[in-house]
């Protein structure tokens, strides 16, 4: 994203992931920090959750917002079962975006189906008050093949 905008910022709560994503966009796009030194992108470490909430609550928004979640662990304390986290997440990141903004949000979990999915971002377009139109639809890499069922 760098290349084109203004800003960006990374968001992960995990701190190697964060590493190896600034790896990558120094790997790929050597020339922003000699170009234009003020077009850093800003590693966030944080629970992608609280994040947003804090930042839709306080007024922020953003021409672009991209979401690419893993479903939480059973194990894990917060966890909630995947549509309603995938739907929790977009509708915060929906409130967040400026008027005729793109969201990118992508799911690789085998529990919500495709139409599933987009059932769920029309109810959170709904819940946000928002119109959402389906611009692209794209799939994974080669190397992330979907299972089709489960044993
Ligand atoms: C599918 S991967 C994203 C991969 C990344 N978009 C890329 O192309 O390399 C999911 C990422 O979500 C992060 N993650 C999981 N739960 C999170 C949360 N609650 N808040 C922020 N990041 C989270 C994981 O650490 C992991 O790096």
Redesign the pocket.
Known sequence: MAPGCAQVWG????RP?LEV?EQNAALNHPQLKDKDKNKEIEWIE????DLLKDYSSSGQRYDTIIL???P?PKRSATWMPPSAAIKKLNLRALKMLRPGGILVTCS?SYHVSFPDFLGMLADAARDARRNLRLVEVRGQAKDHPVLLNGR
């Open positions: 968001v992960d709560s995990s992931a994503a944080a629970n992608a959750f690419d979640p893993r939480s690789c």
